[in-house]
């Protein structure tokens, strides 16, 4: 990750910055909603954090030496809504599709409970409720150092 940014401060023009926007590693949530009720809260049992904490530490090490400034950071909501499992499924799926490592036999059987519980939760609340994917994530403006 560190040679990514190395490459792109060699490519930004000199007045120019570069916006990283990447998950907090703050656990990430399912949740139900039905208007601004949430019904339904669980952290998602498969999130581990390390991809992050590696973006993190190669954010600092460009900063530490110098290649970059940051001029602002700040961290905003970023949840995903469907209208069912099936809908919160595909996403996960689509959004994962570039990790190719099995995913821990424990951890899916975990995954596999969670959504049962939240359709039921779904079917119970009625029209009107929906799911959401919930994470934070962590917008930073740098700027290359002179």
Do not use: W
């Amino acid at each position: 990750m560190v040679h990514a940014l190395e490459e792109i401060r060699r490519l930004l023009k000199p007045d120019g910055c570069l916006i990283d926007i990447h998950p907090t590693r703050e656990a990430k949530f399912i949740k139900v909603h039905r208007g601004n009720d949430i019904l339904f809260a669980e952290s998602d049992p498969s999130y581990c954090g390390e991809d992050v904490k590696q973006a993190e530490e190669a954010l600092t090490q460009v900063i530490q030496r110098g290649l970059f400034t940051m001029e602002h950071e700040g961290k905003f909501d970023l949840p995903v809504y469907g209208s069912s499992i099936a809908e919160l499924q595909e996403f996960l799926a689509e959004n994962e599709a570039y990790d190719d490592s099995p995913m821990n036999e424990e951890v899916e059987a975990r995954m596999l409970e969670l959504f049962t519980r939240v359709e039921s939760v779904l079917k119970g609340a009625g029209a009107g409720s929906e799911v959401a994917y919930h994470e934070r994530a962590r917008i930073t403006r740098l700027r290359p150092s002179a």
